[in-house]
């Protein structure tokens, strides 16, 4: 929420600077996120007198004016305005300036010919209006030579963040109040508006909808004139975020933003019959505002009269009832919503606003009258007309929360010791009534005070959350016991391994555009109804398609070489549709592994080796019995079926899936491949007996030096390699320790159908050194095993 200091000052009276109301501000709760200074954009922009004006020697519609800025020194200055004239005061930009429009910095230039230092600026030029017909003329009393955003009086502006709790400072009399509870000055009182009431209100108000829109105010003003509201308003609704429309529309907007009290403005000619609270009907459907037609439902409260609907109630108008330039009888309506009604309401048509926000926090119920006197004081003061009578349906909430309250709670429950005098100050500043004792009764506004603690909340706050004394928990003697679960250890040790191998990590949504996550879908969806962008509606079945997109974005600006992965979930439908997540890790690498260069040549990309390699050292890392792994196919469509696999543990417990992505997955992604993947499940890990995980225990080297055999097998061509390894260490697990394949071969000297692979051996002994019988015995149960299971033999 964004207003100018200024407006602020209008009902706050301080001396306070700037810094120090930005100060409090955060003090008390309510987060200053930004200050803009418009004089900023001014600086090198001065008040200044047209001396002179003739014509351009060689350009029919540009001036030659010299000016007087103040210093002593006359300018010239070359201008096409048609209003530059000898005797206009302006605003003079002199060389180094910036134009705030267009970012242009003012400098001396020959323009046909003739030497120009500076510009005569117009209100556009300089972002304050739009008007561009001509050059800013000033009164002719203006101060020649004052700074002109001292003389124009821009005034810095503060960009609050208020949370959802606090609907009461969702306008700017609200958050005066809170710095004039906090010491920062003195609340001014708001003045009380007698409107003369000329004739009965000729249009019936009713509400039918008593749930939706317990009550509706509304009151007839006739013979209005609609043009632009007076530059003040207009000031203070630009400082705030807000285009200004007409004096009408700019009205209700003030009363918005100043009081956090929406309302809304009809035409009166574009009534029909009574105008009534209802409930929409199914199918039926209003042009809002925005341009836009939605179609509305049973649960939905309109604002409609004979015609039709007019009006979302508490979010947006409609288009068919708002008021033009040609308007001159107005329906002013003030109503409180129900803020359920409104935030159901508002999710189902996707449909933001400023009164959706403030009325689904929670509006002023009992601000109605005082709402609908000023919205009819400022419309008679700025457009003129006549008003009607008030006509009232409904009664909104009146009865107030009474706690019971303790000031000695303040001490137990905040910390901090303040006089019972100055709580009930504080109390009173903020419109809680307290009695003598101490029931405080809470103002309808403050919806978020349901206790005695949050009057505890409400004094330290305004007392001064810096004065709770910083207090240590108590601690426990002894070593602390870890925190981490075993889930969270496994997550801090993988993440901590891939960052080592060179893998940089990536955080992802964990929602997807639905065509990208059908792609990786193992079953039905997760698809929001309410999603944060139309883009982002599938919950993620797997890591892998937002790494894919994360790995286009980079290579599209010029990446070379991209090594990505995520630690997170995927989200999958359990059983009796709840959801299930899984804790995952996804690796992508894409481009160049290698640059080329004189000894490689060319480039040389990842392939599925590559990604192979990082399961199997991110899974021995996880505490994966990776020497039991076996290697099969099936890695799933999205793979390529020659170039891919899974890692598994036995034939259904599937640890990784890893391989080349398949061209029509890169395709679907818009990605130049060939891109590798991996993802691993490490939910599926299992734990290992009598412990927590498969974590390494620590490592204590043997008293006795390894022993190296090599071996040869002949074995089928199509073995896997990984096969032939666990044959020979599951031959004898007591000795062998390590079986490394070192070379594979098939040509001259091979039986066709078959291949030599080598096999190196570690072996370890444990209490004392092998015999020659021992080694003898291990080779024999090495060879026999291997002959089981695969149909090798050793090669002579």
Excluded at 369 to 383: M, N, Y
Excluded at 741 to 764: C, I, M, N, R, Y
Aim: charged share 25%.
């Amino acid at each position: 929420m964004k207003f100018s200091l200024e407006w602020l000052k209008y009902f706050l009276d301080t001396e306070a600077s700037l810094a120090d109301i930005a100060a409090r501000l955060n003090e008390i709760g309510i987060e200053v996120e930004g200050i803009e200074d418009p004089s900023e954009a001014l600086a090198g922009f001065r008040v200044a007198k047209v001396l002179t004006a003739k014509p351009h020697p060689d350009a029919d519609k540009l001036q030659v004016l010299t000016v007087d800025n103040g210093s002593g020194e006359i300018q010239q200055v070359v201008c096409g305005a048609p209003n530059a004239r000898a005797g206009l005061v302006g605003v003079l930009g002199s060389p180094g300036a910036t134009v705030p429009a267009n970012g242009m910095v003012l400098r001396k230039a020959a323009i046909r010919g003739v030497e120009s230092s500076g510009m005569m600026c117009s209100t556009r030029e300089l972002e304050l209006g739009e008007d561009h017909d001509g050059i800013i003329e000033l009164p002719e009393d203006a101060p020649i030579g004052t700074d002109f955003a001292e003389y124009h009086g821009a005034s810095p502006v503060l960009d609050v963040a208020i949370t959802p709790n606090r609907p009461d400072c969702m306008g700017v009399y609200g958050i005066a109040r809170d710095l004039a509870a906090a010491g920062l000055g003195a609340l001014k009182p708001l003045k009380s508006f007698e409107i003369e009431e000329a004739f009965d209100c000729p249009v019936e108000i009713r509400t039918d909808d008593p749930e939706g829109c317990p009550a509706f105010y509304a009151r007839v003003v006739r013979g209005v004139t609609n043009g632009a509201s007076p530059d003040w308003m207009q000031a203070r609704l630009k400082a705030a975020g807000q285009r200004p429309i007409s004096a009408l529309v700019d009205i209700t907007n003030y009363m918005s933003l100043a009081f956090g009290r929406p309302a809304h403005v009809y035409d009166l000619a574009k009534l029909t019959g009574p105008v009534v609270a209802r409930r929409a009907k199914d199918g039926e459907q209003v042009v809002a505002l925005n341009d836009k037609t939605y179609t509305l439902d049973s649960t939905m409260t309109v604002i409609a009269d004979d015609n039709g609907v007019h009006d979302i109630a508490g979010i947006m108008g409609g288009l068919d009832s708002s008021v033009s330039e040609s308007t001159t009888d107005v329906l002013l309506e003030i109503a409180y919503f129900n803020p359920e009604t409104i935030g159901v309401t508002g999710r189902k048509l996707g449909l933001a606003s400023d009164a959706r926000t403030r009325f689904e926090r929670g509006v002023d119920p009992a601000w109605l009258d005082e709402g609908l006197q000023g919205l009819t004081s400022l419309v008679q003061r700025l457009c003129g007309g006549e008003a009607s009578t008030a006509a009232r349906a409904g009664s909104s909430p009146s009865e107030p929360k009474v706690i019971a309250f303790d000031p000695g709670l303040t001490a137990r429950l905040g910390g901090v010791s303040v006089d019972e005098a100055e709580q009930k100050r504080i109390l009173e500043a903020l419109d809680f009534a307290v009695d003598g004792s101490w029931n405080v009764t809470v103002p309808l506004r403050r919806h978020d005070v349901e206790g005695a603690a949050d009057l505890v909340e409400e004094v330290v706050r305004i007392h001064g959350l810096d004065k709770v004394a910083s207090v240590a928990l108590p601690r426990a003697d002894g070593v602390a016991r870890p925190t981490a679960t075993p889930a969270q250890a496994l997550e801090r040790r993988v993440r901590r391994a891939a960052a080592a191998r060179g893998l940089n990590e990536a955080v992802t949504w964990s929602f997807l555009p639905e065509a990208e996550a059908e792609l990786f879908a193992e079953g039905p969806l997760w698809v929001l109804d309410n999603p944060i962008s139309e883009d982002l509606k599938g919950m993620r079945p797997s890591l892998l398609p937002g790494l894919i997109s994360a790995a286009k974005r980079n290579l599209d600006r010029g990446a070379s070489s991209l090594r990505l992965f995520e630690i997170g979930r995927r989200y999958l439908r359990g059983k009796g549709g709840v959801s299930d997540e899984r804790l995952t890790l996804g690796v992508v690498l894409a481009g160049d592994k290698a640059p080329r260069g004189w000894a490689s040549g060319k480039a040389q990309g990842f392939d599925a080796f590559d990604a192979k390699a990082e399961a199997m050292a991110l899974l021995a890392e996880a505490g994966a019995p990776v020497d039991k792994l076996q290697v099969m196919g099936e890695a799933g469509e999205q793979f390529h079926p020659g170039q891919s696999a899974t890692l598994r543990l036995g034939p259904k417990n599937v640890l990784a899936r890893f391989g080349t992505l398949h061209p029509r997955t890169l395709a679907e992604f818009d990605v130049d491949g060939p891109v590798v993947a991996v993802e691993l499940f490490l939910d599926a890990i299992p734990a290992k007996k009598g412990a927590a995980s498969f974590a390494k225990p620590h490592f204590a080297p043997p008293a006795l030096q390894p022993v190296l055999r090599d071996f040869a097998f002949l074995v089928p061509r199509d073995l896997p390699a990984g096969d032939l390894q666990r044959a020979v260490k599951g031959a004898d697990k007591a000795n062998i320790v390590d079986a490394r394949v070192f070379d594979v071969f098939a040509g001259q000297g091979v039986p066709e159908g078959k291949k030599s692979v080598a096999v190196e051996v570690t072996l370890q002994p444990g209490e004392k050194s092998y015999v020659e019988q021992d080694l003898k015995d291990i080779i024999d149960r090495i060879v026999t095993a291997v002959s089981k299971q695969t149909g090798g033999l050793i090669r002579g």
